[in-house]
């Protein structure tokens, strides 16, 4: 698949399970929406190039969800409406939306390579603005105090800047977006 054609499908894809997963949560249906999510990153996967790469930049972004959310839940900055058992684990819907994350980096992000303040910066703006945005549509609720907003930023700062590293670690220089060798 050509390079523009991937950007676009990457794009669409991520769209689709975000929107999917929150407004899936939101009406009760997030298993449902999981479920929809998985089937896009099969296809994902199904136009992979390199499967491998994606199998692991899929575990490890869901892995720094998971610990991202879990602290960030646990410090009281939000709350899932379907965590019954209180407890800061963060449901598998938004664990599929961080799994979609890791997969289109490279091709949605891949131009803030080796950008670290830039990434920082956006990071610290717009994960935040996410989870405001998830809590306006009822999938969970977020505090909107200063301290627990700060703790939000402070923790994106980290995310795009450790996603990058994490891609250039992991993507071969040949398979990244715009990176021509030879």
Request: neutral net charge; glycine residues 10%; hydrophobic residues 55%.
């Amino acid at each position: 698949m050509k390079h523009n054609a991937r950007i676009v499908v990457a794009f669409v894809h991520f769209q689709l399970i975000w929107w999917t997963c929150v407004w899936g949560a939101a009406w009760g249906l997030g298993g449902a929406a999981t479920v929809f999510a998985l089937a896009l990153m099969i296809h994902h996967f199904y136009l992979s190039e390199n499967r491998w790469v994606d199998a692991q930049l899929l575990v490890a972004s869901v892995g720094i969800g998971l610990t991202v959310d879990s602290l960030l839940a646990l410090l009281g900055a939000y709350q899932f409406g379907e965590n019954t058992y209180n407890t800061p684990i963060p449901p598998v819907w938004l664990l599929a939306i961080w799994g979609a994350f890791g997969l289109t980096y490279r091709y949605l992000l891949g131009w803030l390579r080796g950008r670290y303040l830039i990434a920082a910066a956006l990071g610290a703006v717009f994960g935040p603005f996410t989870y405001v945005m998830g809590a306006e549509s009822g999938a969970m609720w977020v505090s909107v105090e200063p301290g627990h907003l700060v703790l939000m930023a402070l923790a994106w700062l980290l995310v795009l800047p450790v996603m990058d590293a994490l891609h250039r670690w992991i993507v071969p220089s040949a398979a990244q977006p715009g990176i021509h060798t030879g």
